[in-house]
């Protein structure tokens, strides 16, 4: 009778161990699933961030934008979104969150997005605001080559509405797939603004938004 209560009182035991080792595990794999992805998700931001900033290290900037040429302080910063941009120079913040109440695209601004950006930046509320500002903008010279409409390729919509100057350039940006590049600076006693894209396969998927 002994040994057969030892067997039992052995049997509980293991049994009691083997419930409490999987609770145990239980109770701590949603916590490190949720860290790895944290940690995951993190590594991916700054592989972007990481590759945009060497990409323009290493290219011809005037391959990429004139704009880089105006000045040598060039950050990165991040969307509300996600989306990666550059800004060269010192940029208004006060311009960037200027409110457009409409923004209407043609059909070659709303298959290219330097004509898109060009739509945006002559909305009569950027324009007054770059006047209050003191800002000028540059000549503007078009792609040599363009897209043709073609429902098959990305595209804006033929207008946005009630959204600011930073809200519609993230939106060319995630249509198609570039980073937006901003850039103020000083030149002839007077005071610039303007803005440019990143197009091309070294850039597609930094320009949109950041993938949860």
Not at 133 to 147: D, H, K
Not at 176 to 203: H, P, S
């Amino acid at each position: 009778m002994v040994g057969c209560n030892m067997k039992r009182q052995y049997s509980y035991l293991v049994a009691l161990m083997l419930i409490v080792d999987s609770q145990v595990a239980i109770g701590e794999s949603p916590r490190t699933v949720q860290d790895e992805s944290r940690a995951s998700s993190e590594t991916s931001e700054d592989i972007r961030e990481k590759k945009l900033r060497n990409l323009l290290k290493s290219a011809d900037p005037a391959r990429v934008s004139y704009l880089l040429a105006t000045s040598k302080k060039v950050t990165i910063s991040q969307g509300k979104a996600g989306q990666l941009r550059v800004f060269v120079g010192e940029v208004s913040a006060e311009l960037l969150s200027t409110k457009i109440n409409l923004v209407s695209f043609g059909p070659d601004e709303r298959y290219n997005a330097i004509y898109a950006i060009t739509a945006i930046t002559q909305t009569k509320e950027i324009q007054a605001k770059l006047g209050e500002l003191g800002l000028r903008q540059p000549a503007a010279f078009g792609p040599s080559f363009i897209l043709s409409p073609d429902r098959r390729l990305p595209h804006l919509p033929t207008s946005i509405k009630k959204v600011t100057m930073e809200e519609a350039l993230d939106q060319v940006a995630e249509t198609f797939d570039c980073v937006i590049i901003y850039a103020g600076w000083t030149g002839d006693g007077k005071r610039w603004f303007d803005v440019d894209c990143a197009e091309g396969e070294d850039f597609y998927g930094l320009g949109r938004k950041r993938i949860r």
